[in-house]
């Protein structure tokens, strides 16, 4: 299959570095991770060729991201559970705080994010529900080799990772894709910093999850 026929999920895999370029060009490499290449760049009016030529002339090693692919069930519902559950529960509480403090001392401002600290408490509260069905129904599921009685489950997680995905949109309307104006105080910007890192995570994890440890269990 040539690179372009290949899937969003699959590259962001197998290729090192390909996430990066994902991120450049605003392609869902987690929640969209199913369509090809040639889908994905024509979804965002990228030529699809100029898409491949970008992932092709990666260097390689450019990526210092671990590759999980060798990994067991085990091994990576581990590091889905302490790098991403344990991080986003630290992550959230500390965004919302932030959020609420710039909105009641910059409310006024036209390019104040008002409704963000709402809309991270929605995500905060569905997130913290998934995570509890994933740590005590599904993975225990997996860990035990029962991927074919797990599709159900299976099949929710993913429906509740597209609602994810579409919070992250709502989050980048909200906040002029997470760019803190001119004159930001300091803990607007670093709630910006914050959101970003916490985008990035979710991506990432959502990734892991959909492109790799569900599609083991098919």
Known sequence: MSLIEQTVGRTALTLPGATRVFHDHNIDFCCGGRISLREAAERVGLAPQALVDELEALPAGASDEHDWQSASNDELIDHILTRY???????????????????????????????????????YQEMESHMQKEEQILFPMLRRGMGAQAQGPIAVMRHEHDDHGEHLEQLAALTDDITPPKGACTTWRALYTGLREFRDDLMQHIHLENNLLFERAG
Do not use: K, S, Y
């Open 85 to 123: 559950h344990d991080v986003h529960r630290q992550q959230l509480p500390e965004l919302v705080r932030m959020a609420r403090r710039v909105e009641q001392v910059h409310g006024e401002r036209d390019t104040c994010p008002n409704g963000l600290a709402d809309l991270l408490t929605t995500i």
